[in-house]
């Protein structure tokens, strides 16, 4: 018989209240996580998360999503007539990969026979390499040809490609930005990843979220009207992926993008394109370095055309060359340009008298100034010694100038004075958020 004393007792009924307290706060535990649960299921579900612009629900599927960008929504260019200078839709080919090996992809008949030989040879490529590149990344690609830019394709590949009926890739329209390869639109500018740029404006919101790294304007318009041309989201198609992260082949593909028709922007620049790509085609012709050409609207002043050599390639740009660099806007030594402020001085404080000659022999006689024609012009007027350029003529008539004179005519007329305006002066302007609420109809 055993015997249980008292102390035996208590420490039994003790270790029963511990296993009850413990049972109970368990209980209470999953009864939260159940209400938490039903919170989230039923009335946050539908909620905006703060910081992104969308509900949980919308957040859930895109986690079981795989996209690709078809348009930045960057605003574009034109010129004054309307004619585009940035931005052209083109076709490209759009690989959804799967998830696993390459046999997965033949699981679903993706690389698969004939089709896959077939689509080579559409592309122009060979079908390692088409393989290569369809099973490399993780995320859905534009098809590039072992290349950093997306290929273009013709009408002809579209219409037989279309004929293919594949399931892991599509046929699908992409923004195309900058139309020309080498250009001397340095004014226009380069777009640069820039993480210190990634900053929300005042008042701005993107309808779609830009998954990718965004890229900004680094230099000329592009920078300077950034907070303008950046828009409200991308384009996007995206896929439904499996919690392995395979594509479903059985839901199509669906295309995500901002609903605010007024957007992307377009601005309307001064130039002509028309005179732009013709003065381009004259310098290289003529075999023109370096320099800079600019061509102004006698009735108003508007540029019709800036041209700056050497050229440069938006797409590519490398900020250690100098050639993105706008040479018509860099500051210089203005040389015989300078003839301009002589003559429009001498004229202001009547240095010359009308009909006044000067004689040019090829010498001045002074600081070791000659003229460009080694004989010299003979006798000359200001006017005469205006249109040839004359060194000599515009020696002695600046001599009669005093240096205050000088300064006030270059002053008047904007030489050493900023132009133009920068992108926090422009935030800063009345107009921008009258322009902004006429946009968005707040």
Known sequence: MVKTTKGEIGMHLLAKRRIYITCILLTLVFGLLILRLGWVQIVQVNQTMPGFHRTV?????????????????????TDYKGEALTGKLQWGLVLFPQAGPLEKLRKHGTLEG???????????????????????????HFWTAGTHQPVHLTAAQVERLRSLHLQGAGIYPMMTRYLQGHTGMQWM??????????????????????????KSGAAGLERTLEPLLRGIGPTLVSRMVSGGGEIIPDIQPHVI??????????????????LQRG?????????????????????????RAMISRPFYQPQH??????????????????????????????????????????????????????????????????EQGFAESCNI?????????????????????????????????????PCYDTLIMRITGV
Request: hydrophobic share 35%; charged share 25%.
């Open 57 to 77: 629900r919308e957040m859930s599927v895109l986690q079981r999503e795989r996209g690709v960008m078809l348009d930045p929504g960057r605003g574009q260019f």
């Open 114 to 140: 004939s089709k896959m030989t077939e689509l080579a040879a559409i592309l122009h490529t060979d079908l390692d390499q088409l393989k290569k590149e369809w099973i490399q990344e993780s995320i859905p």
């Open 189 to 214: 500018g380069y777009l640069a990843e820039q993480p210190e740029s990634s900053k929300v404006l005042n008042g701005h919101q993107d309808e779609v979220k830009q998954p990718f790294a965004m």
């Open 257 to 274: 993008a901002p609903a605010n028709s007024h957007y992307p922007l377009r601005v309307e620049t001064t130039v002509d394109a028309e």
């Open 279 to 303: 003065l381009e085609e004259l310098t290289q012709e003529s075999g023109l370095q370096e320099g800079a050409i600019v061509v102004l609207d006698a009735a108003n002043a508007d540029v």
């Open 317 to 382: 740009v490398n900020p250690k060359e100098s050639s993105w660099g706008n040479r018509a806007v860099q500051g210089a030594v203005p040389g015989s340009i300078f003839k301009i402020v002589t003559a429009a001085a001498a004229l202001e404080y009547h240095a010359v008298s009308n009909g006044e000659e000067f004689h040019c022999g090829g010498e001045y006689g002074r600081y070791g100034l000659s003229c460009w024609k080694e004989h010299g012009h003979g006798d000359l007027n200001l």
């Open 393 to 429: 003529v515009f020696a002695e008539t600046a001599r009669r100038l005093s240096m205050e004179q000088l300064e006030n005519t270059a002053d008047r007329l904007g030489l050493a004075r900023p132009i133009g305006w920068e992108g926090s002066r422009w935030q800063e302007c």
